[in-house]
């Protein structure tokens, strides 16, 4: 990996301005952690009513690869960052052209946002970091079709690129039903990977500064449904009696990041098998949905872990202060639960919500509830682990969510 030719410029410190690409909800986090430090923030999307740009001190509503704004951006900013891994390396490099630091630079976030070199990277980290990742082949040819291996069915066919909460994905029991699948996909460029028996997600976090310094949250322990994250736990349920596994997944994620020479929040999601190995399944150069917990149950949050790294500061303490449970809230909240077609948008009881004493609430400010979107979250605390997971479990019924 090359080096970042913006390493030899200096720290920026509040009231500087800093850069975002991407005003989702993550971005809309990292400006209010940006803030709190007094730091302003100008961010890029060409969403007018992002929920990033309607807190920004200055929201430039154009493309990522528009050059007035981007030109305007690297006029005010000391350093830039982004907020998801599908912005274009150009907008990223654009920056670092001009000597303005980038953290993550264009290179980690390239191999994130396309699978087959996210697959080799990992591979090429095994020696290092202990994990690989899960068996797979590539698709990208009708000729592949014939030379992907029978072993790994039943597969999932990921799309390589572009792909997000389970979306671009179709599950294939058996390798005659494959050009199928991969028709149904577009015959985008995918990677065909061995489905396996999972018992149970974890995903680890970790900041690195620009000097190399490193800080790892605890892992936490994740529940999907539909491809979407449910809950994110932590400490994870599963590794309190594995301290072994514990370990293991937290040096994995810092060789890692060290071989990426990452600078930033990365996260790495992991499969832990059945007969106990670990896989890697993706990484996402950025704070993460599982990271939400950090808000308020750290002492410093990712979010304002990456404003630390991109304006090269000394990182914060990761340590937990509370067991916490984090459970997401998508538009179906906004809907009944029997899913009435045509049904129209109903405010969930937020006041119910917040009559749990420890529940903290955080919304998004998204304009129109979709099913499947994601709304908001709430991290719930307790004295105990069982205690943080009854009240996720007590204000999930609260807005009717399933268990
Ligand atoms: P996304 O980019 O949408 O998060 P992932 O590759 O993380 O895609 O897949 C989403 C979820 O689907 C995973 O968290 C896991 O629950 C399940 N999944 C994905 N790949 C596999 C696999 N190879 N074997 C078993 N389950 C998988
Ligand atoms: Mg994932």
Same mark, same amino acid.
């Given at each position: 990996m090359s080096t970042n030719p913006s390493q030899s410029v200096g720290i920026s410190k509040p009231p500087a301005w800093l850069g975002i690409l991407g005003g989702g909800q993550l971005g809309r986090m990292f400006i209010h952690e940006a803030q709190s430090l007094g730091f302003k923030v100008c961010v890029l999307d =060409?969403? =007018? @009513?992002?929920p990033g740009g309607s807190v920004?001190? &200055? $929201? @430039? +509503? %154009?493309?990522? @690869?528009d050059v007035a704004a981007l030109t305007e951006m690297a006029g005010l900013c000391s350093a830039v960052s982004t907020e998801?891994?599908?912005? =274009? %390396?150009r907008a990223l490099d654009f920056f670092k052209e001009r000597a303005i630091f980038v953290a993550p630079d264009s290179s980690c976030v390239s191999i994130a946002q396309d699978r087959i070199a996210e697959k080799a990277f990992l591979t090429q980290c095994a020696p290092l970091s202990g994990v690989g990742p899960v068996p797979y082949g590539i698709l &990208?040819?009708? %000729?592949d079709l014939a030379s992907i291996s029978p072993d790994l069915f039943p597969a999932i066919v990921k799309t390589v690129r572009l792909g997000y909460d389970g979306k671009g994905q179709v599950t294939v029991m058996t390798p005659d039903t494959l050009a199928q699948a991969w028709d149904s996909l577009g015959k985008a460029a995918c990677v065909v990977e061995k489905r396996m028996p999972l018992a149970f997600e974890v995903s680890a976090i970790v900041a690195r500064a620009h000097d190399g310094s490193v800080q790892s949250y605890p892992p936490s322990e994740n529940i999907h449904r539909n491809g979407i994250l449910h809950t994110s736990t932590v400490p994870a349920p599963s590794l309190e009696q594995r301290p072994d596994l514990l370990q293991r997944i937290q040096k994995a994620t810092i060789a890692i990041a060290t071989e990426m020479q990452y600078v930033g929040v990365l996260c790495v999601e992991y499969f832990v098998l059945t007969d106990g190995s670990i896989i890697a399944n993706e990484v996402a150069p950025r704070p993460h949905n599982s990271g $939400?917990?950090? *808000?308020? %149950? +750290?002492?410093?949050?990712q979010f304002q872990q990456q404003v630390r790294a991109m304006a090269r500061l000394p990182l914060g303490d990761t340590r937990l202060l509370s067991p916490v449970a984090m459970l997401n809230i998508l538009g179906d909240a906004w809907f009944s639960p029997d899913g009435v077609s045509g049904a129209s948008a109903t405010e969930p009881a937020w006041e119910e919500v917040l009559s749990h004493s420890n529940a903290k609430l955080h919304l998004y400010g998204k304009a129109s509830p979709l =099913?499947?979107?994601? *709304?908001g979250h709430v991290n719930c605390l307790g004295q105990s682990l069982l205690e943080a997971q009854q009240a996720c479990a007590d204000v999930a019924h609260d807005l009717g969510i399933a268990p």
């Open positions: =060409p969403d =007018p @009513l992002s920004a001190e &200055k $929201h @430039l +509503c %154009a493309d990522y @690869l998801f891994e599908n912005v =274009p %390396a &990208k040819t009708e %000729a $939400h917990f950090t *808000m308020d %149950a +750290c002492v410093t949050s =099913p499947g979107r994601k *709304m």
